[in-house]
């Protein structure tokens, strides 16, 4: 009896080791297939209203984030159709990350210390600098930060530039509310507004749209800030984060960010920066 109930004792422990093993090694599968770094499908969350950086175009994505994403993805192992954007807005990106809605975030998403408490980043893959672009019979009246004291500014709704200007810099513009920069841009034609400030990346966007309609636009060219694009990421997925990290810097040294970069914004006249950026970490 004695010897039975040691055979019986025996199995229990072998048996609870095997569920516990079973379980440790389950979660260890969940973080990897968590990871971005070991996806064989990856939905990648994009702009649509930013001309030359991320514009839906006759139902294609098209511009400088969408061939970053592009290049990333294929560079973790991902093509093809197997990679799916899908639109977001400067409202939704983290609450989309948190979700599950997207894995990674390529929409000139500036890194902040507020985003960086809900959502990790890569990189970032390029910094632009915030700058103004006003109508050409405005040039002489709009030179700097400072000349949008009182005049009508746009503010799109989970964005940072407007509140770079009226709360950080202390400038009283006022405020035209826009759901995109494609609806700023309009306002801006059409009078609505005096002045768009945003990074230069898109307003160089903007203002070659409007070129091609006839519309004339100037950049004022006097930036005030540092805007490092990050690749937006879920919260903790550090393996993903260096893996991105290790696909931007590939981009750089085989200089294909540097082509992109020139496609996109080399007729512009801005400044463009073709050495890779100083990574923010990923922890």
């Known amino acids: 009896m004695v010897e039975v109930r040691a055979r019986r004792a025996a199995a229990a422990v072998l048996a609870a080791a095997a569920v516990l093993a079973a379980g440790t090694a389950c ?18 969350g994009v702009n649509g209203d930013q001309p030359g950086v991320g514009e839906l175009k006759g139902g294609r994505y098209e511009g400088f984030d969408i061939d970053v994403a ?22 939704t990106r983290e609450k989309m990350l948190r979700n599950g809605e ?7 998403y500036s890194v902040t210390p507020e985003r960086k408490v809900e959502v990790s980043f890569a ?9 103004i672009l006003v109508r050409a019979s405005d040039a002489e009246r709009i030179r ?8 009508r500014l746009c503010r799109v ?3 940072v530039s407007f509140p770079r200007v009226h709360d950080e810099q202390g400038i009283a513009a006022l405020p035209v509310d826009a759901d995109g920069y494609s609806g700023c841009l309009a306002d801006l034609v059409s009078g609505r507004l005096d002045a768009v400030s945003t ?12 070129s091609g309609s006839g519309q004339r636009l100037g950049i004022v060219n006097a930036p005030f800030t540092d805007e490092p694009y990050g690749v937006g990421i879920r919260k903790g997925d550090v393996d993903g984060c260096e893996a991105v990290n290790k696909a931007i810097t590939g981009m750089y040294q085989d200089g294909t960010a540097p082509r992109l970069l020139e496609r996109w914004f080399g007729k512009s006249g801005l400044k463009i920066t073709p050495t890779v950026p100083q990574f923010e970490g990923c922890v």
């Open 70 to 91: 592009k290049e990333i993805a294929g560079r973790l192992g991902v093509g093809g159709a197997d990679v799916v954007f899908k639109r977001v807005s400067s409202a």
């Open 199 to 210: 990074d230069d990346l898109i307003l160089a966007g903007l203002a070659g749209k409007a």
């Open 157 to 159: 709704r989970g964005s």
């Open 102 to 108: 997207v894995d990674l975030v390529v929409a000139s």
């Open 144 to 151: 700097s930060i400072h000349d949008l004291k009182g005049r």
């Open 27 to 44: 979660g260890i599968a969940d973080a990897e297939d968590g990871s971005v770094a070991g996806k064989d499908r990856l939905v990648i």
């Open 123 to 131: 990189g970032p893959y390029y910094v632009a600098h915030q700058d």
